[in-house]
Each structure stands twice: as C-alpha cells, then as structure tokens.
C-alpha cells in the first residue's frame, strides 16, 4: 500500500501533456476550414519543423510563441494539430488548467517536466489549451491556488526564455480572453505573435459544412451554401454539431440519406 501512495506522490509532479506521435496525427490543412487567414499566418511554421537548418543558415529567428486567439470552438486546436500534421513532427497537448493544483510547487514542476519531454522529441510543437487558467495577469484575482499559480506561470516563461532558437520547439497557446492575460507573456521571445481565428463567415462556413458533410450520405437537395448563409454567428464546432444532428434526425427516422429537411434551424 505504502509503495503505491510513494509512486502517487512522486508521479505528482509529472506533466499531464499527451503526446501524439507524428505517425497517429491524421489531421492536415485540408480538414481545417473558415479561416484561411489564419491558415496562411502559420504556415511558415510548418516550413520551419519541416527543415530548422534551412532558417538557421539564413540567421532567420522563428517565433518560439504562438497566441492563437478566438471564441469558443472555432477551430484553434484543430489548427495547432494540423500545423503538426502537416510538419509530420509529434504534437504534446494539454490544457491550462492541468497546470494548476492547490498544492505549491506541483504546477512549475509539471511545466518543467513537459519542456523537457518536448527538448526530446524536437522538432514538435506544445500545444497549451485555455492558457488563461494559468497565464492571467499576476496579482489579479483572489484564492488560495493564487501563489501557486503565479509559480507555474514564472516557470513557464523560464522555460520559453530559455529557448535556443535551433530547438525546433514551437509552443502554440489559445485562449478566448486576451485581455486577462500577464503582459510578461505576450512579450519579445516569448508568445510575441498572434494569430486571430475567428468565427467564419458565409463562405467558411459552407466550407466547414462541406468538411463535416464528407461522411454523411446526403439527398440530391442539400445545399451547403443555403444553409451557410442561415446559420450567421455559427462556429465550426456549431457546424459539425448541425450536421451530426442532422443525420441523428435522419436515423431516426429510418432515412438512407440526409435530406435538406432534417438541415432546417
């Protein structure tokens, strides 16, 4: 009993980044959609994983830091691994608030312990989801994990300031609240760039629909730009969720296909 409760502890401070491996990342730029802007913005760095040396020789200096900046569900994950994808390199995710525990120390420690994994796997990328549960400007907020907190935000920028530019390790970051955000992160070295995904307009969105329509067996009077155009505020997530829904109604009501009907807000 005692063995197991000492392997807990010493397990605690363990990074709860998973790492997919260049081989299990399927998803590329063609899977991601509405948001062409973006897709251009962070293509260089698919060049940069692909070949570090061919930016090195030139003394070119590839943003260690990504901000990717949006609402809810329109696609930022879905871009860092096709970024991933697309470079063929491994892909370590995780969310900002696996970072914090109430208890002092563990957060930086788990940060350590994930720049450490991604140093032996470079070239990858660190994908950190919902950054502002851990990254929110020091000496905001009130609770008791509030030390604990500021700990692992110091270790993280330790860790990024500590970067050698032939690392070949690209942390991504996204979050929907900017504003709340330590300025210390955002600056030179560190999260210095940003990428904007927002919510598609009448164009992404039949694009996205297109994307989530490929495995749905449709009728002949389905028309994805129709439905783009009634569905304004939507998110690519809220599109996939359409379509899934669509073909749940089509199930039930014992249908081969997905008719235009079952597609009706």
Do not use: W
């Amino acid at each position: 009993m005692q063995g197991g409760g000492g392997k807990g502890a010493m397990s605690f401070g363990k990074s709860k980044a998973r790492m997919m491996s260049e081989e299990q990342i399927k998803t590329t730029f063609a899977d991601v959609a509405g948001c062409d802007e973006a897709k251009e913005d962070v293509k260089e760095l698919v060049d940069y994983l692909r070949d570090p040396s061919r930016f090195q020789k030139l003394g070119g200096k590839i943003p260690t830091g990504v901000l990717m900046v949006g609402p809810p569900g329109t696609g930022k994950t879905l871009l860092a691994k096709a970024i991933a994808g697309e470079a063929k390199v491994p892909f370590f995710t995780i969310s900002g608030s696996d970072f914090v525990e109430m208890f002092v120390g563990v957060g930086a420690s788990r940060v350590r312990d994930m720049f450490e994994q991604a140093k032996k796997a470079a070239p990858c990328i660190i994908f950190i989801d919902e950054i502002d549960a851990v990254g929110r400007q020091r000496g905001a907020g009130v609770g008791g994990g509030h030390d604990e907190r500021e700990q692992t935000l110091n270790q993280m920028l330790v860790e990024m300031d500590g970067f050698e530019g032939n690392e070949g390790i690209i942390v991504i970051a996204a979050t929907n609240r900017p504003d709340v955000l330590d300025p210390a992160l955002l600056r030179p070295g560190r999260f210095d760039r940003q990428v904007v995904v927002g919510l598609p307009d009448v164009r992404g969105r039949e694009q996205i629909l297109k994307v989530h329509m490929r495995k749905v067996p449709l009728a002949g009077d389905v028309e994805p730009s129709l439905i783009a155009r009634g569905t304004p505020g939507f998110s690519g997530a809220d599109l996939a969720n359409l379509v899934n829904e669509a073909a749940l109604f089509a199930a039930r009501g014992n249908k081969r296909n997905v008719s235009m009907v079952e597609f009706e807000l």
